[in-house]
T-cell receptor, first 109, second 115 residues
């Protein structure tokens, strides 16, 4: 299973754009890249998923370069409520998601 | 619509007792996953069900842990002879698994405390 590496923590201020980069050098051909968000005392919540190039939804954008060995989650104009742990995962249907420790994002006013 | 539900939300038990944790997945989701999360840690995969079968049990930490799923729906995770190190939040997730995509929907978890 492909392992991911992402920063342990990041700090930002309200209104700024936040980019969290994740490396996954051993990603397999069938693997999707998925990001989850987790607030304290809650289960993780799906944010965005992509296979290649760029994906955008109402919450975030996901940038994936051609070699797919890394990906960047972009959160536009963060607010205090975006303070959470963000997990980057790779895998495909029928496999367990391997959660690392994620990136703890702290947004201040 | 209804999401993944888990019960109980909290469980306190004494060391050596058996516990059962229940997960009700989203209707129509064929895949079901169990994870556990210790304080301040990431999620640890335990077991995966596709329908009623469990093709991947590799994450179960010991033979005290078992899980079953009946009718392709509800799943029960059983921990026998609980130990203090079993204390954690146990999370269940379900997925439709359309094509290769694997978006998992998580329940609120069961917080297990072993005294």
């Amino acid at each position: 299973l492909a392992k991911t590496t992402q920063p342990i923590s990041m700090d930002s201020y309200e209104g700024q754009e936040v980019n969290i980069t994740c490396s996954h050098n051993n990603i397999a051909t069938n693997d999707y890249i998925t990001w989850y968000q987790q607030f304290p005392s809650q289960g993780p919540r799906f944010i965005i998923q992509g296979y290649k190039t760029k994906v955008t939804n109402e919450v975030a954008s996901l940038f994936i370069p051609a070699d797919r060995k890394s990906s960047t989650l972009s959160l536009p104009r963060v607010s205090l409520s975006d303070t959470a742990v963000y997990y980057c995962l790779v895998g495909f249907a029928g496999t367990a998601l391997i959660f690392g420790k994620g990136t703890t994002l702290s947004v201040s006013s | 619509g209804a999401g993944v539900s888990q019960s109980p939300s909290n469980k306190v038990t004494e060391k050596g007792k058996d516990v059962e944790l229940r997960c009700d997945p989203i209707s129509g989701h064929t895949a079901l996953y169990w994870y556990r999360q210790s304080l301040g840690q990431g999620l640890e995969f335990l077991i995966y069900f596709q329908g009623n079968s469990a093709p991947d049990k590799s994450g179960l930490p010991s033979d005290r842990f078992s899980a079953e799923r009946t009718g392709g729906s509800v799943s029960t995770l059983t921990i026998q002879r609980t130990q203090q190190e079993d204390s954690a939040v146990y999370l269940c997730a379900s997925s439709r698994e359309v094509g290769l995509s694997n978006e998992q929907f998580f329940g609120p978890g069961t917080r297990l405390t072993v005294l």
